[in-house]
């Protein structure tokens, strides 16, 4: 049964794998080793693809595979031209507030905010969704995450 402390676990090591990818910004042959190692880490995508809809991304919204991924969070990909790597603003903190997790057996629901901060503590807002799933090896993965920015007021 995946529970409260597995969801924050993997929250808790989402938020410095894209922090440590960030720092890695001007060596990008490291940021790509550091990102191929949380997409394995943190996505199921070594069993299939993944339902991922990035903050970042209208031309190619959805990012279900592995490469696809990876391109959003470090660019760097002629497919996807619209990628700048959103990993490697660089990030100095990234915080999740939950607004409700739901359980499921080996299922959890995370739907909430988290913020993204930068060296100049400039702060972005993001409404995220993940679901998380545990693996009969107790690894915790995501196997889909939904990311947007807040509605905007003065949208006509």
Do not use: C
Not at 87 to 104: C, G, M, R
Not at 114 to 128: M, P, Q, R
Not at 133 to 145: A, F, P, T
């Amino acid at each position: 049964m995946i529970n409260k402390k597995d969801v924050f676990e993997s929250q808790k090591k989402w938020a410095l794998g894209i922090i440590n990818i960030g720092k890695a910004k001007n060596d990008f042959t490291r940021a790509q080793e550091l990102t191929q190692e949380f997409l394995e880490n943190q996505y199921d995508f070594n069993l299939g693809n993944v339902q991922f809809k990035p903050t970042k991304a209208s031309l190619h919204q959805f990012r279900n595979d592995i490469l696809s991924a990876m391109s959003y969070f470090i660019g760097e990909n002629k497919s996807f031209e619209e990628d700048s790597g959103f990993a490697l603003t660089p990030w100095s903190e990234v915080k999740f507030e939950n607004d409700s997790i739901q359980y499921h057996d080996n299922i959890a629901s995370a739907m909430g905010n988290y913020f993204f901060k930068d060296f100049s503590n400039n702060e972005i807002k993001v409404e995220y969704t993940f679901v998380y799933i545990k693996r009969g090896d107790g690894d915790i993965k995501i196997i889909l995450h939904h990311s947007s920015l807040p509605y905007d007021l003065n949208f006509k």
